[in-house]
């Protein structure tokens, strides 16, 4: 049996002026060469966990600290910051934050150069990881200019040049395409497979990550409710935390099936041998009205009147750069979620900016609500517009979240104070899972926390039109059903939607609308039902799942479930 390589043992951990311990009598271990996923609600612990892994509380962040935590037997408050760098290496959720040199090879250098590597051997660890992760012909590529998953493929490169025994990712897929995202994590897993690299990785999209792992720990509270192999950890989610379940094991407990499949291979598996090939889609015929209906509006020319939002033949570039936005061309009609998807670079953030008046087409005009934006600032859309960026912080400064939110209200001319307004923020803080935050300081929230926060300082100004970008980054799965519930009422409240995701699960089951964006340019357009059901990357587990199984599209889980039971009722 492998020997420990970090133990931690009756950790109590609390933020400064926090009310409960973020880490409470938390005793847990990790053997040499394991992968490790941390599971849990956002909020549970994770993130701080990791920080107790390599020193950064109390160090860092402050607060009151008890307990041991230590790597190979070692107490981690013994070594030097340097020493602990040598070997116990952490990638954050956002990698621009941890970049901080402006060309490539600098960056993967940067670390080396602060640890007084010798620089005949730092010019070969720079060559090595720069070849083992594809980074070589952008050597000399500016860091700011690089994609999302190349600055991701950075920001590890740039850890990995330490030679680290440990590696520690929070949430490194998050901002990814889905493309994007399986080519950081097969990374990750060669590092562990092929150098022995011990990595405790912690991810809300688990669909993405539970067959990688050799053991999963999940959290609640901080502390570890579940410790075990991945198909055990299935049937504790099933029994204790449903919000924790991938989409494909959710299917088969939603269907009141016993098996517990955690990837589209065993479900595909076990669906095919419970469906007879004749046997028609009894979910797709339930709703194959609806989606006529809806295929036909896209498909006519809608009346201008119905437009919300109107991009015409845009085209932008930023200075000194080639095009980002090439002539394109989109509608959004009132009162529907429309949900923008593509890679990584390909102009989603850029035209979401279009629509809020910060950035103006070289060519082409955009609209919102009939007005044209090249004579309009951001403030003249105040009241009318709400956004929400990729970066949560740029909206989190004042000292509690209550008064976020009533300094949001403030600036588009809504009460901040009396019954009202006090109860139009508590249905969106408690519609958010925010309402027991009311009164802490933004900054001491998790990322996910950090994430709705920014999101309920946007949605108490109760804007007609809502543009987000990435809002279910950091969300576990109940959160999410929380948010889409919420965004489909604000909807049949009279408000428009439009919504930057890579997520393809929640845009399924959410949007009326799905817009697929590549190089600059609108690529297809559709109905979830349309966009979907025949997708490769860009397709929910639950539609892969079905695909060549059963007759018709599934794309929802309500759809596979009615599939399944169905199918069990006439057994």
């Known amino acids: 049996m492998a020997a420990l390589e970090l133990q931690l043992t009756d950790l109590t951990y609390t933020y400064p002026d926090a009310q409960s311990p973020a880490l409470d009598q938390l005793t847990w271990a990790v053997r040499r060469g394991e992968f490790v996923v941390l599971a849990g609600r956002s909020g549970c612990g994770k993130s701080t966990l990791l920080r107790a892994m390599n020193g950064l509380v109390p160090e860092f962040y402050g607060g009151t600290i008890a307990g041991s935590a230590r790597f190979r037997n070692a107490l981690l408050s013994d070594f030097a910051e340097r020493k602990i760098a040598r070997h116990i290496g952490m990638v954050f959720q956002d990698p621009e934050k941890q970049l901080v040199m402006s060309e490539v090879e600098r960056e993967i250098a940067f670390g080396l150069e602060n640890l007084q590597v010798p620089q005949a051997e730092m010019r070969r660890r720079v060559a090595e990881v720069m070849a083992f992760f594809d980074l070589t012909d952008l050597r000399r590529q500016k860091t700011a200019d690089l994609s999302g998953g190349e600055k991701q493929k950075v920001a590890i490169a740039s850890v990995m040049a330490l030679q680290p025994d440990v590696l520690l990712l929070d949430e490194p897929t998050s901002q990814l395409d889905p493309g994007t995202a399986q080519e950081i994590l097969d990374l990750i897993k060669r590092l562990n497979e092929e150098l022995g690299l011990t990595v405790i990785l912690v991810e809300q999209r688990l669909d993405r990550v539970l067959h990688l792992a050799d053991r999963v720990t999940a959290m609640d509270g901080g502390r570890i409710e579940y410790d075990g192999d991945p198909a055990g950890f299935a049937t504790y989610a099933a029994e204790c935390r449903p919000e924790l379940l991938p989409p494909v094991t959710r299917l088969f407990v939603a269907a009141e099936l ?33 989606f006529a209906r809806l295929r036909d509006r896209w498909g006519q020319k809608r009346a201008e009147e119905q437009a919300a939002l109107r991009a015409l033949g845009v085209s932008f570039a930023y200075p000194g750069e080639d095009e980002v936005l090439k002539e394109l061309t989109l509608q959004i009609d ?34 919102v609500e009939g007005r044209a934006t090249a004579s309009l600032d951001p403030a003249d859309l105040a009241g009318t517009v709400g956004y929400l960026s990729q970066n949560p912080s740029d909206y989190l400064f004042h000292d509690t979240l209550w008064q976020e ?10 009460p901040t104070e009396g019954e009202a307004a006090e109860r139009e923020i508590s249905a969106v803080l408690d519609s958010l899972g925010l309402l027991g935050h009311k ?6 929230l998790s990322g996910g926390e950090r994430q709705r926060a920014a999101l309920a300082a946007v949605l108490v100004q109760h804007p007609k039109l ?67 059901a025949r997708g490769m990357f860009y397709a929910p587990q639950i539609g892969r799942v079905f695909r060549g199984v059963s007759a018709g ?19």
């Open 439 to 444: 009164d802490r300081n933004p900054r001491d």
């Open 334 to 367: 009132r009162g529907t979620i429309t949900t923008i998807l593509g890679a990584n670079g390909a102009g989603k953030s850029t035209l979401l900016r279009h629509f809020i008046a910060l950035l103006k087409p070289s060519a082409g005009a955009v609209e």
């Open 405 to 414: 939110c009533q300094f949001s209200r403030e600036m588009v001319g809504l």
């Open 553 to 571: 599209d599934v794309i929802t889980l309500e759809d596979g479930v009615n599939i399944l039971t169905k199918k069990e009722r006439s057994l």
């Open 258 to 290: 016993p098996e517990r499949p955690l990837t589209v291979k065993a479900a595909r598996q076990i669906v095919a041998e419970q469906l007879r090939p004749e046997e028609p889609a009894f979910a797709v015929e339930r709703k194959s009205s609806l």
């Open 466 to 532: 809502l543009l987000l970008d990435e809002p279910t980054r950091g969300l576990d799965a109940g959160q999410k059903d929380n948010l889409g519930r919420y965004l489909r009422d604000y909807v049949q409240r009279g408000g428009t939607v439009v919504l930057i995701t890579h997520d393809v699960e929640f845009a399924a089951e959410h949007a009326h609308f799905a817009v697929l964006i590549d190089d600059g340019a609108v690529a297809a357009a559709g109905t979830p039902q349309e966009m979907f």
